[in-house]
């Protein structure tokens, strides 16, 4: 930029004057330089970086005073990416019952369960099919468990094995309305020995006979303290009941048994909360108190009544199965607490009391029936006097067997003159539980029990499964021998659960 004035005339200026226009023209340039105002470029003016907390030096901590040294970046927070899921949708999904598979081939030739062919010992090694009236009241009863592979085949269907004969030819047997005999039958096990399909057989058995089931599906629910509870009025000791699983349980009877909708009350029933219809039938009694969980406890109370009744031409009674999966469950404490705040035996609980005794005859069914029970290995609680009892009772039961097995101190008896019992003892310095031990039939080896231990299939009752895998197209291998005795060894000598692990979902 070119100065406006003459370098000329400021040179012979006086020096007062040459002073003042040098200051001038000083000036002009500082403020073109910081204006800038015919220029297109930035200021050449950087702000000094900010000082950042974790560069800057602080002085170090004073004794006494608490200092944190973490490295770790806080983690962001959750975002939620979609609908959550609604109250009880996950328990629905894993708990969701699939028995049928449209990829699966059908079977034919596969013929259905009757009540004629309950026994049939032609039948033993084959898979029979279940028809669909049966498969909905098995389905309402609860009867079919989320682990049993039923979704793998195209409709459902059951293997007759051994046991499956012999409990048919008890069923059988029963048919005579004068029959009055109640069985009293425990299963036990390996896992995987099917314990529980053994129920289902059962149950089926009785729907064909027309009986009338009442299923206990899971004793864990009867315990684990996840539904309502409250003492009934009246009693002592206290006897508490869960009127929401009662209600739930009130339905299920109804929608599987439809011979209560031809069964009609017989008494008054004067000490319930309202009034009765007096031709009512039972079904809809049943409805009554599964739709109020508030007077469920003495509908069930009535119901029970009215099927206890013995049956006469008027008023005929059919026969009862009581069932109830997973017994070690409610031979302990539960995990309800009393107003003290100590834990509430299982055998407190209303519901569990009706049915132990049942079990332990304490209680009879006078038209006759069954009271079934089974363990689980899968989800077992480790029950002391259970474990003894169930080993007191099946030695007991069966000598002969147990006779032949060695053991390693019966040749020191021998030797010492003194006699070999196989029955195991009470132990001196274990605690038993003195309600379980009367339930299980008290201080007798024998009790009222039968105790039935489920071994695994014959290998013609493995072949005959392996088939029917093949036929359904779940097994893409030829059923030779050879095959079969390499999957009923390798399944510990036919155990179902094993033997379907390795043929059928192993592939899949």
């Given amino acids: 930029m070119s100065s406006g004035r003459c370098w000329s005339c400021i040179a012979h200026a006086p020096e007062n004057l040459k002073y003042r226009l040098w200051q001038s023209y000083s000036n002009s340039l500082v403020s073109s330089q910081q204006n800038a105002f015919f220029s297109t470029t930035s200021q050449n003016l950087a702000t000094p970086p900010s000082k950042s907390k974790s560069n800057s030096r602080q002085p170090p901590p004073r004794r006494g005073d608490k200092t944190t040294y973490s490295t770790k970046k806080k983690k962001r927070a959750m975002e939620s990416k979609g609908r959550p899921p609604a109250p009880g949708e996950r328990q629905a999904l894993r708990k969701r019952i699939v028995l049928s598979n449209t990829n699966a081939l059908e079977v034919p030739d596969m013929q ?49 094995r051994e046991e499956t004969v012999s409990h048919g030819k008890l069923v059988q047997s029963m048919s005579d309305p004068q029959d009055t005999r109640t069985i009293r039958k425990i299963y036990v096990g390996e896992r995987g020995s099917g314990k529980s399909t053994m129920l289902l057989q059962a149950m089926t058995m009785a729907f064909l006979q027309n009986w009338v089931v009442i299923n206990f599906p899971e004793g864990q629910d009867l315990t684990i303290g996840h539904t309502e509870f409250g003492p009934l009025p009246g009693s002592s000791p206290p006897v508490y009941h869960q009127k929401t699983y009662t209600a739930a349980l009130l339905s299920r009877i109804a929608r599987a048994n439809p011979i209560l909708s031809t069964l009609r009350l017989s008494q008054s029933h004067p000490s319930f909360p309202t009034p009765l219809q007096p031709n009512m039938s039972l079904d809809r009694l049943a409805l009554l108190g599964a739709s109020d969980p508030d007077i469920a406890h003495a509908v ?11 049956s006469t031409r008027e008023h005929p009674r059919p026969k009862i199965l009581l069932a109830l999966d997973n017994l070690a469950h409610v031979m302990r404490n539960s995990a309800y607490k009393s107003p003290s705040f100590t834990p509430i035996h299982s055998h407190d609980l209303a519901l569990v009391r009706f049915f132990t005794d049942h079990l332990s005859g304490a209680a009879a069914l006078p038209n006759g029936g069954m009271v079934l029970a089974a363990t689980s290995e899968s989800n077992q609680p480790t029950i002391v006097t259970l474990q003894f009892k169930l080993k007191q009772m099946e030695v007991a039961q069966n000598p002969a067997s147990i006779a032949a097995l060695p053991s390693p101190i019966q040749p020191f008896l021998t030797a010492t003159g003194q006699d070999y019992d196989p029955v195991p ?30 071994k695994g299939l014959s290998r013609e009752e493995a072949r005959g499964l392996m088939e029917y895998w093949a036929r359904s197209g779940m097994m893409r ?17 036919g155990v179902v659960g094993e033997l379907e692990k390795g043929c059928v979902r192993m592939r899949i």
């Fill in 300 to 310: 069930f109370l009535a119901l029970w009544a009215e099927l206890s009744v013995p």
């Fill in 425 to 454: 003892r009470p132990q001196p310095f274990v605690r038993y539980d003195e309600r379980v031990m009367q339930v299980l039939g008290g201080p007798s080896p024998q009790g009222g029990i039968e105790v039935q231990r489920l």
């Fill in 477 to 493: 291998k030829e059923v030779s021998e050879g095959l079969v005795g390499e999957k009923w060894t390798v399944s510990g000598g």
């Fill in 112 to 160: 259905d369960l009757t009540a004629e062919s309950v026994a049939n010992t032609k039948l033993q090694g084959q898979v029979v099919g279940l028809p669909g009236p049966l498969v909905d009241q098995l389905r309402a009863i609860e009867a079919f468990k989320s682990s049993q592979g039923w979704g793998l085949f195209r409709r459902p269907g059951m293997l007759v």
